[in-house]
């Protein structure tokens, strides 16, 4: 078996991107206070509504970091089951993918539908693939109208990320 | 969050609610209508020539504002027709950030705007003043709040927001070029 593949440790945690997102909210409230000379001659209103949008764009750039973190610690955790020895059924048949795929995986098609094989992570799995189209979205420049099923923000992203941790077991 | 700060909260809010009914806001309604009207009076200043030879067609035509405080009232935006070209000067209102009132020049899906701000006021910078007091100096003291302000009617720099430009004759022509997607 290869060596198990150096990580950069530019990956960041969940709790890195919640304070990221939370800090930066919390500066563009701020700059947003009215007073400040940028806003000469706008209407309370404008002022409102352009912090509304702003807020928005921040939401969705967190969003995608938050996501993109959750495909790296899914990614990682594929990786270390492929190289370590753990015995349990999940990391076999990790094992025996990488021995077809290597590290050249599909994240939504090959790992997360053996996550879905799992009794505890089913639900929760196919809630990260759906949620990956969002992700996409995001990536590529959404020039598209997306067929999302259900309306994605940065809350209900980090709460996935919630359920990730109790339930996924990273190791 | 605690009763304490709860009753100073309350205090706080109590005291700017108070403060705020005691400006008479149909004085200043009636003193941006008439900074409003002085602007109008400039511009139709700039274009008079045109107009003479009919090269330009204005038209003065009443629109409802509604501000809070204020409630809505009437005021006056121009049409400026140019060919077919059609330039809007629509009034914003008075109720505004660091300006006593605006109006935004629109047209061809573009806008420029007019504010009506301090007359010394050439950029943003002008707002900012910053001082340094080394230890043992006196802190110099604030400016004193109730100084009348002149305010006079500068164009929003579209290269550069932070500065306003003179309304004069050329600037306000380049102005209406641009809008107007001459």
């Given at each position: 078996m290869a060596r198990t593949p150096a990580f950069s440790g530019e990956s960041l945690s969940f709790e890195q991107v919640y304070k990221h997102h939370s800090d930066l909210e919390a500066a563009?409230?701020?700059?947003?206070?009215?007073?400040?000379?940028?806003?000469?001659?706008?209407?309370?209103s404008e002022v409102k509504i352009e912090l509304e949008t702003?807020?928005?764009?921040?939401?969705?750039?967190?969003?995608?970091s938050c996501l993109s973190s959750i495909e790296a610690a899914i990614r990682m955790d594929y990786l270390k089951r492929c190289h370590g020895k753990r015995k349990d059924e999940l990391s076999l048949k990790f094992r025996d993918l990488f021995r077809i795929k290597g590290e050249s995986v599909s994240l939504e098609e090959d790992i997360l539908e053996i996550w879905k094989q799992e009794a505890a992570t089913k639900a929760l799995a196919?809630?990260?693939?759906a949620a990956l189209k969002y992700r996409h979205w995001l990536a590529h420049g959404r020039y598209w109208v997306p067929k999302l099923g259900k309306k994605y923000d940065f809350t209900g992203i980090y709460n996935l990320t919630i359920l990730i941790k109790s339930r996924f077991g990273f190791s | 969050m605690t009763a304490d700060e709860f009753e100073k909260f309350i205090e706080k809010?109590?005291?700017?609610?108070?403060?705020?009914?005691?400006v008479d806001w149909n004085k200043e309604?009636?003193?941006?209508?008439?900074?409003?009207?002085?602007?109008?009076?400039?511009?139709?200043?700039?274009?008079?020539?045109y107009v003479k030879a009919?090269?330009?067609?204005?038209?003065?035509?009443p629109v409802i504002i509604e501000e809070e405080n204020i409630g809505e009232y009437r005021a006056n935006a121009i049409s400026i027709q140019i060919g077919n070209e059609s330039v809007v000067l629509r009034p914003i209102g008075t109720m505004l950030i660091g300006s006593k009132g605006r109006v935004d020049i629109e047209g061809n899906g573009k806008t420029r705007k007019i504010v009506l701000v301090d007359s010394r006021l050439k950029s943003l910078k002008d707002l900012i003043k910053i001082t340094i007091t080394l230890p043992g100096e006196n802190k110099p003291k604030p400016k004193a709040k109730s100084e009348k302000i002149d305010w006079s009617w500068r164009l929003q720099d579209p290269d550069s927001p932070g500065k306003f430009?003179?309304?004069?004759?050329e600037n306000f022509y380049a102005?209406?070029?641009?809008?107007?997607?001459?």
């Open positions: 563009l409230i701020e700059y947003y206070v009215a007073g400040k000379p940028k806003f000469i001659g706008y209407t309370l702003r807020k928005l764009e921040l939401d969705r750039t967190s969003s995608f196919s809630e990260i693939k | 809010k109590n005291k700017e609610s108070q403060s705020e009914a005691k309604k009636k003193e941006w209508l008439k900074y409003l009207s002085d602007l109008h009076t400039d511009i139709e200043g700039f274009l008079s020539k009919k090269k330009i067609n204005l038209k003065k035509y430009l003179e309304l004069n004759e102005c209406l070029m641009e809008v107007a997607n001459g």
